[in-house]
């Protein structure tokens, strides 16, 4: 296999720091670790669940992760299917991603869809132009129940929120899908217990100690493909509550915004109403990494407006279920 | 000894509640700039908010709600630094006793413990707890933070009373390596740069300290045989079978002579393959799968091995740190998770509760929420097990609930010999 030293790339520039002179690890560097831990989870969890499911929404980590499972249980295909929680809302690039991966891999597609939930009058529909962000938790919550799912593959990280930092690697979910920050189980070395009772679920995170960077530099190490949103681009934008929207049929500029044109790329994806683009000219995974080692700012603080309601957002849609 | 260097640092923070270990971290964050701008803001204005002054350095890593209305840490935070030699993962424990599950969930995989605590007060019941714990599980390198020096007006000589202190615990505990340091987490003297505050100390930072220590610790504590715990068979095109599962205690070659435990099947190693690929080796923490010579039925919860083996038993002598909320008798019936196997045990004996003051065993015959105590277990089926101090994964399980699956306590295999 290929021993990267990614250690030497892997810098935020740091003042008034000793160093000690590094000697070629002879082991394994870091992203090494981190893939054969989040690959041996993989297993762990496919192993004592009876039903998993790998969340899939097209993004760079869940892509990773689908990478890690193909790789976890390779030459056989995954014991498990895919799950794309559809909003509706989606960048049709990511739709296309999402199509052409699932298929490279021979999974079985599961596609939720939260316009099914509006349907069925459980949720109310905010409109073309509203945020559905919060009610795809129902539709996850009921494809999880329909399908009889006990164990769900995410790609949260801890490093995206200061709610996600606290949260287990295998996190248990009660009959409603709730977590609670107050009671999690304990967690020792590396033994994962995923058994639950019925209805209950477990929520598995095998990227929980990956970084934005470390997902960059995976992706680059196993010339990974992404949806070409990723990537910057010319695209029509407006600039709203300090985040550019790009213009298309879940964005039209109100009357007082001025639309621009500017090469953008995205740092993350989700909803194409409330995920932000960030000014880039960065067109190749290695400008993405220099692009990333030097940010001021988060990717979730840049790109994510439903992370900004309160303090405690994500906690909040943590709580009752939400990925 | 050479042991290779290998970029990434696990440690814990330990220590009693209100000493500054959360204070510390956020510090440590801030002063090298692993915060962006967004996250700092926030934490300034959630200190505007509950009017705790213009920055709270304890909400960088206490971020549920309950944490920041109590001031308290509840649950691990973990959080991720780089510098240009090393990643650190950091987990950010609870100092409260009622939350010492959660201290040994981040202190079970951590390389090394950042010990806090406060230069007045010394070492509290609730750091020896903590330090106890670390050294039962098997961490051996510390760096102590004497916190709050600022509040005693930088006084030497109120430093080395808790300095002499920390080392004959040190020494009883067994740590190897001990690096004790000055500071103020909130005005961050020696939290990664010098102090002027403390001319009289010339030692690390903090920082430096964690810079300077050794890294993968934890999977190199093991270095007696190779080990697969066997956690899925994977079918190969052609007809054959692979056993899959991730590598400690030593690096497992091609044509290693093995045996498959508990059946106690001599083979060797035919071939070895990560991800798909072959290979020659797997290196501790690769999650590898290997082809053995002989035809086999192994399967979940088997473990292939190379010399010296590991014992199969049916009864352990353990340590037990016990989280349940009725205590833990004799008979009680509980489900184990060692390595990949999970099979029901029975508690034959319970041989005492640590004294966390003295360090040595009582009398008791139960055990109550939080405390530490030695026992011995019956196990329904073989089990394949090293003691832990010679491989902390196949020295360690967990115990579980049969009717809640709520886990229930940390074991491990054999008892720490400062007991």
């Not at chain 2, 500071?183 to 740069?193: H, K, P, Q, R, T």
């Not at chain 2, 045996?259 to 290979?279: D, H, K, S, V, Y």
């Not at chain 2, 399967?299 to 833990?328: S, Y």
């Not at chain 2, 099979?343 to 139960?366: A, F, M």
Request: charged share 25%; hydrophobic share 40%.
């Amino acid at each position: 296999m290929r021993i990267t030293i990614g250690s030497l790339e892997y810098t935020r520039t740091l003042q008034n720091m000793t160093t000690t002179p590094l000697r070629p690890p002879k082991f394994t560097d870091h992203l090494d670790l981190l893939e054969s831990h989040a690959i041996f989870i993989l297993r762990e969890v496919a192993a004592e669940c009876e039903r998993p499911v790998l969340l899939f929404s097209g993004g760079k980590d869940s892509a990773v992760l689908l990478h890690l499972a193909t790789k976890a249980f390779a030459p056989q295909q995954l014991p498990f299917p895919v799950m794309h929680i559809d909003t509706g809302q989606n960048f049709p690039e990511v739709l296309a991603f999402r199509d052409a991966t699932v298929a490279a891999t021979n999974a079985r597609l599961v596609v939720a869809k939260v316009q099914d939930t509006i349907d069925q009058g459980k949720v109310v529909d905010p409109g073309l132009l509203g945020s559905r962000n919060r009610l795809q938790t129902v539709t996850l919550l009921d494809a999880i129940n329909d399908n009889g799912f006990d164990a769900a593959f995410g790609g949260a990280r801890r490093d995206e929120d200061k709610a996600r930092a606290k949260e287990r690697i295998l996190s248990f979910r009660d009959t409603f899908g709730q977590w609670d920050p107050r009671q999690q189980r304990p967690e020792l070395w590396q033994l994962y217990q995923g058994k639950v009772n019925p209805g209950e679920h477990v929520r598995a995170f095998p990227l929980s100690d990956w970084t934005e960077l470390d997902i960059w530099q995976y992706i680059e190490r196993e010339q990974m493909a992404l949806p070409t949103i990723y990537f910057a681009h010319e695209r029509d934008v407006v600039m709203r509550d300090g985040m550019w929207l790009g213009v298309g049929p879940f964005v039209e500029p109100r009357v007082d915004e001025q639309v621009e044109h500017r090469s953008v790329r995205f740092r993350t994806v989700g909803d194409a109403n409330c995920t932000g683009a960030v000014l880039s000219s960065a067109s190749t995974l290695r400008a993405i990494i220099d692009e990333v080692t030097l940010a001021n700012v988060s990717e979730r603080g840049a790109t994510r407006a439903d992370d900004k309601f309160s303090e405690t957002a994500m906690e909040d849609r943590k709580r009752e279920g939400y990925f | 000894m050479h042991v290779a260097t290998k970029d990434l640092l696990r440690l814990a923070t330990i220590g009693s509640v209100d000493d500054g270990k959360s204070t510390l971290i956020g510090r440590l964050l801030v002063d090298t700039r692993q915060l962006f701008d967004d996250q700092l803001d926030a934490v300034v204005a959630a200190s505007e908010k509950r009017g705790v002054g213009d920055l709270d350095l304890s909400f960088v890593t206490d971020g549920l709600r309950a944490e920041r209305e109590q001031g308290i840490t509840i649950d691990v935070a973990y959080r991720y630094a780089t510098t240009p030699t090393r990643k650190f993962i950091i987990a950010d424990c609870p100092g409260h006793v009622q939350y010492t599950s959660n201290m040994a969930t981040g202190a079970s995989t951590a390389d090394l413990a950042l010990v806090v605590l406060d230069v007045a007060s010394g070492l509290k019941e609730q750091t020896r707890r903590h330090l106890c714990i670390a050294a039962l599980l098997g961490v051996r390198s510390i760096v102590v933070a004497v916190n709050k020096m600022d509040a005693v007006d930088w006084s030497q000589l109120a430093f080395q009373r808790v300095v002499d202190e920390i080392e004959t615990l040190s020494r009883e505990l067994g740590f190897t390596s001990v690096d004790i340091i000055p500071v103020s987490a909130l005005l961050g003297d020696n939290v990664v740069g010098s102090s002027t505050n403390i001319p009289w100390y010339d030692g690390p930072s903090v920082l430096e300290s964690l810079e300077a220590s050794e890294a993968g610790a934890w999977e190199h504590a093991t270095t007696r045989g190779a080990r697969l715990p066997i956690q899925w068979v994977l079918r190969q095109p052609g007809g054959g079978r692979t056993y899959a599962g991730m590598v400690c205690g030593d690096t497992l070659r091609v044509g290693d002579a093995v045996t498959l435990l508990p059946a106690n099947i001599q083979t060797t190693i035919a071939a070895i393959n990560f991800g798909g690929e072959a290979i020659d080796e797997a290196t501790v923490g690769l999650a590898a799968d290997v082809d053995l010579a002989a035809e086999t039925n192994a399967g979940r919860g088997d473990m292939i091995a190379t010399a010296p083996l590991p014992k199969v038993v049916n009864e352990l002598a353990t340590t037990i740190c016990w989280f349940g909320e009725r205590p833990l008798v004799v008979g009680q019936r509980l489900r184990m998770k060692h390595t990949t196997k999970v099979t029901p045990v029975r508690v034959k004996n319970i041989n005492g509760v640590i004294d966390i003051e003295k360090l040595d065993i009582d009398d008791s015959h139960s055990l109550s929420t939080n405390d530490i105590g030695l026992a011995t277990l019956q196990t329904a089926d073989l089990m394949v097990v090293d003691d832990y101090r010679t491989n902390r994964v196949t020295g360690s399980f967990v115990l579980i609930d049969e009717a809640t699956n709520a886990t229930v306590a940390a074991g491990m295999v054999g008892h720490a010999s400062f007991l």
